[in-house]
């Protein structure tokens, strides 16, 4: 039967003193999807990043980086901004701030970024984004 099978493939145990239940042939390696964090050893997001570059050099066009969830987790929240979903279809949209010693906010109406401090100010004046004009713009840090 159906449950069988399931019931076959699953295994339980501990990782890190954490009780788990791994499923379908688990081999106990965590990056079976190298191809989004990069592969190799150190940082996952850098090694995309340097993948990505790599693909790119001398083609001219651009490529955005894309990594998988343990790349995205591996990031400090403050680092990280998200573009919400305006229209129905479209996905969420992660960014890093590349120079974290420059803050940035985010108008979620228009997914433009801007200096924080400039944005507070005409937000603040005016009630509004300074590009889309939107009253309510989210929430317009990082996650």
């Not at 401090?117 to 309510?136: G, I, M, N, Q, T």
Request: net charge negative; with cysteine.
């Amino acid at each position: 039967s159906a449950v069988g099978v399931l019931r076959d493939s699953w295994e339980e145990g501990k990782d890190g003193g954490a009780d788990v239940m791994r499923m379908g042939g688990y081999d106990g390696n965590d990056d079976e999807d190298d191809d989004w964090d990069g592969g190799g050893q150190g940082d996952p997001f850098e090694r995309c990043i340097n993948k990505v570059l790599e693909t790119q050099e001398g083609n001219g066009a651009y490529e955005p980086v894309m990594v998988n969830a343990k790349a995205l987790a591996t990031l400090r929240r403050d680092e990280v901004y998200v573009c919400k979903p305006i229209l129905k279809g479209m996905r969420y949209r992660f960014y890093k701030n590349m120079i974290p010693d420059i803050s940035i906010a985010i108008s979620q109406p228009c997914h433009r970024f801007f200096n924080e401090e400039d944005f507070e100010f005409v937000y603040l004046r005016d009630e509004r984004c300074p590009y889309s004009r939107a009253k309510d713009v989210g929430d317009y840090g990082p996650i």
